[in-house]
Nanobody
Framework: VQLQASGGGTVQAGGSLRLSCTHA?????????VGWFRRGPGPERKGVAC?????????????YYLDSVKGRFTISRDNAKRMVYLEMNNLVPEDAADYYC??????????????????WGPGTQVTVSS
């Protein structure tokens, strides 16, 4: 499964961007847990937001966030459009990074920011100017 992330760009501090994640072949991601990750200048990858699989269970479609983005970022699905979004508001320079999405099929087991995901794709660059 190849994923495609898009929507990055350059904004001033305080601005907003919406990133999109889609399956390269157009399949729905609703049965997948999807995570957004970022990698800044260093090698460390950091989970930013994730949403568990939409499997109808009590833990389905639950959202988790990195502490530093809570209240500013929102992850969501649009199953009709087969997209997973990351809405980013009130951006700060520390948010600048390469953002990419990853997916794992059928996961609704709770916290998903530190999972080892099975599928991924190239990232989209976010630049925040101060």
């Amino acid at each position: 499964v190849q994923l495609q992330a898009s929507g990055g760009g350059t904004v001033q501090a305080g601005g907003s961007l919406r990133l999109s994640c889609t399956h390269a072949s157009g399949f729905s991601l609703d049965q997948y847990a999807v995570g957004w990750f970022r990698r800044g200048p260093g090698p460390e990858r950091k989970g930013v937001a994730c949403i568990t699989a939409n499997d109808g269970s009590a833990n389905g479609d639950k959202r988790y966030y990195l502490d530093s983005v809570k209240g500013r970022f929102t992850i969501s699905r649009d199953n009709a459009k087969r997209m997973v979004y990351l809405e980013m508001n009130n951006l700060v320079p520390e948010d600048a990074a390469d953002y990419y999405c990853q997916a794992i099929r059928g996961y609704s087991g709770g916290y998903c920011l530190t999972l080892t995901y099975d599928y991924w794709g190239p990232g989209t660059q976010v630049t925040v100017s101060s």
